[in-house]
Nanobody
Framework: QVQLVESGGGLVQPGGSLRLSCAAS????????MGWYRQAPGKQRELVAL???????NYGDSVKGRFTISRDNAKMTVYLQMRSLKPEDTAVYYC???????????????WGQGTQVTVSS
C-alpha cells in the first residue's frame, strides 16, 4: 500500500508561482509513474503532468510551457513547479502514483487527498 501526502497549495495572484510537493510512503519501492491531475468545479478531472521513473514527462496541453514536473526517486517525492499561473488553473490538484509489473501493466493506483490551488486577484 502507498500513501500520498500533498503540500504547497494555496492562494496566489495571476502571474504568480507555486510549488506543489507530494511525498509517497509505504510500499514505495514498487512505484512507477507519479504525477498530478486536477479538477475544477463543473469540469472533468484532467491530466496536469506525469513522470516516469526514468524522467520522461507528459503534460496536459493547457499547462505546457508553464509547469514543470520532477521527481526524487530516493525520497519518492514528486514536485510540480507552476509558473505564470492563470485563474483557469484554479482547481483541486491530486497527486497520483501507480505500481506496475511491466510496460503498460499497471496493477494499482493511488491518489492523494487533493490540495486546493486558487489563482485570483
Amino acid at each position: 500500500q502507498v500513501q500520498l501526502v500533498e503540500s504547497g497549495g494555496g492562494l496566489v495572484q495571476p502571474g504568480g508561482s507555486l510549488r506543489l510537493s507530494c511525498a509517497a510512503s509505504g510500499s514505495i519501492s514498487s512505484i512507477y509513474d507519479m504525477g498530478w491531475y486536477r479538477q475544477a468545479p463543473g469540469k472533468q478531472r484532467e491530466l496536469v503532468a506525469l513522470i516516469t521513473p526514468g524522467g520522461s514527462t507528459n503534460y496536459g496541453d493547457s499547462v505546457k510551457g508553464r509547469f514543470t514536473i520532477s521527481r526524487d526517486n530516493a525520497k519518492m517525492t514528486v514536485y510540480l513547479q507552476m509558473r505564470s499561473l492563470k485563474p483557469e488553473d484554479t482547481a483541486v490538484y491530486y497527486c497520483y502514483a501507480d505500481q506496475a509489473v511491466g510496460p503498460a501493466l499497471r496493477v494499482a493506483e493511488y491518489w492523494g487527498q487533493g490540495t486546493q490551488v486558487t489563482v485570483s486577484s
